[in-house]
């Protein structure tokens, strides 16, 4: 089947290249010219675990290539997936649908033939009938439909994900759109017997903010128990693993930490609380969520000044700044919120992140990059782990502590056991359990 992906972001990217293994043609666009030009060349703008070598094989095999021209990519495309940015728009939280709305213009100026047009990026409900009025009005001939497609794609694991989806949402009209789509999943159709939910576009279009808002839901949760194991001697690691055993709880996505960040929980959490009041029922339960969240990042630092008995002054050694591991992204990371803080207090910030410096240099002023983990924490007076990357979960304790003026490790993702940290000779702190001293 011969695709176009408009938008080559890490949704598009990641999506075209995967279709293209799947056995697709896949051409991706998108106006930056600079962009498509890295691409050409095999320079994946992104980290993105796998990604390099997708997209080399599939560009080799000759089933995917990348163009700025929409008009040479759409007219012999069966289906044309829009995968372009819905950012939450300045002041007011909803998503920003221009970039779509442009999209659609441009792929229905190009239509030739029955073509399914397909929207993949993040939407409020209501969106893809939008889609269709705007290709129906420019084009009042088209032979077309108009889909729902919500990805549900994890940074650091998101060709996995898409390999071996828990399920394919699916937001159509007619069977001629929903054929075209089971031909685009056939290979999971048939391997995985992975699961297709096909409903209306309205449905499939909130299917994506309802999982993305509960998931955000159930580590908020887990963060305000982590906050009350801290109050009441209660331990949160077994908290967690004591509700999640409970088939209709889950265990996943109940680790506590400093906050939910990224590109979609923070974003598509705001926009569902303003679709909510939009259409006059509001989400008390997400706007909490929210506001929690918010306030959550804020207060890490507090936490953090607290376990150094102030930090004026003194260095603190921060280990990963990105909003998760497996990521270079950067967007609404907790370090954003905590660094700055910690640096109005008086700090110095000595930093290292396997893969998040370029673009966390950008957005962090006054921050001392470190080239690995040793030299982050040489004479720093405590370390502090933000991001769980798995070099920081075998660390050297020995090494550390020879390195350290103070044996003080701040551990916000709980990666280590607090009694192997007293044996270590570490003053511990993390988040929902006791803090230890040796
Ligand atoms: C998320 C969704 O999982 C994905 O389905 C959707 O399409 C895009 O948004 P992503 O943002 O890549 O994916 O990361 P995810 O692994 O979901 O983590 C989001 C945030 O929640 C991170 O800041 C992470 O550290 C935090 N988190 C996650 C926790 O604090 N605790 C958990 O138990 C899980």
Redesign the pocket.
């Known amino acids: 089947m011969r695709v176009a992906m408009i938008g080559t972001g890490y949704?598009g990217l990641v999506s075209g290249a995967c279709f293209s293994n799947f056995g697709h043609h896949v051409v991706c666009v998108d106006k930056d010219g600079d962009k498509i030009e890295r691409l050409k060349k095999g320079d994946i703008p992104i980290f993105e675990p796998g990604l390099n070598r997708l997209v080399a094989d599939n560009v080799a095999s000759g089933r995917l290539s990348f163009t700025t021209d929409l008009t040479s990519a759409v007219p012999d495309a069966e289906a044309v997936f829009i995968a372009v940015g819905t950012p939450s728009r300045r002041g007011d939280g909803f998503a920003d649908l221009s970039y779509v709305y442009d999209a659609a213009s441009e792929i229905a100026d190009s239509l030739k033939s029955y073509t399914v047009v397909i929207t993949k990026s993040?939407v409020p409900v209501g969106t893809s009938n939008k889609v269709e009025q705007i290709i129906r009005q420019r084009q009042p001939g088209a032979e077309f439909d108009v889909a729902s497609n919500?990805?549900?794609?994890?940074?650091?694991?998101?060709i996995e994900?898409f390999q071996r989806p828990d399920r394919i949402v699916v937001g159509a009209d007619t069977d001629r759109a929903r054929n075209v789509l089971r031909a685009l999943y056939r290979p999971l159709f048939l391997n995985d017997k992975t699961p297709f939910v096909f409903t209306s576009r309205e449905t499939s279009e909130l299917i994506?903010y309802a999982?993305?808002a509960f998931?955000?839901m159930?580590?908020t949760f887990?963060?305000e128990m982590a906050d009350l194991c801290e109050k009441s001697g209660a331990d949160i690691q077994d908290v967690s693993r004591g509700i999640g055993l409970d088939g209709r709880i889950g265990s996943?996505?109940?680790?506590?930490?400093?906050?939910?960040?990224?590109?979609?929980?923070p974003k598509?959490t705001l926009a569902l609380v303003r679709l909510a009041a939009e259409f006059g029922a509001p989400s008390r339960l997400i706007e909490s969520v929210v506001d929690v969240n918010d306030n959550r990042k804020k207060r890490m630092a507090e936490k953090i000044i607290d376990a150094f008995g102030g930090v004026k002054d003194k260095t603190v050694a921060i280990l990963g700044v990105t909003?998760?591991p497996n990521?270079d992204?950067m967007r609404?990371?907790?370090s954003l919120d905590i660094i700055p803080a910690l640096q109005a207090a008086g700090a110095i910030i000595r930093a290292f992140d396997p893969e998040g410096m370029v673009e966390a240099g950008k957005m962090l002023p006054g921050v001392v990059w470190a080239k690995n983990t040793f030299e982050a924490v040489s004479k720093a007076d405590g370390v502090v782990i933000l991001?769980?990357w798995n070099e920081f979960r075998a660390l050297d304790f020995t090494l550390l502590k020879s390195l350290l003026r103070r044996a003080l490790l701040v551990d916000l993702?709980n990666i280590y056991n607090p009694r192997d940290m007293v044996e270590a000779g570490f003053e511990y702190h993390s988040v929902g359990r006791s803090s230890v001293k040796p």
Do not use: M, Q, W
Not at 257 to 262: A, K, L, R, V
């Open positions: 949704v993040t919500p990805e549900f794609l994890r940074e650091g694991s998101a994900d994506k999982s993305n998931l955000a159930k580590i887990i963060n996943k996505f109940l680790n506590a930490g400093p906050g939910y960040g990224g590109s979609c929980f598509d909003f998760k990521t992204d609404d990371s907790p991001t769980e993702r």
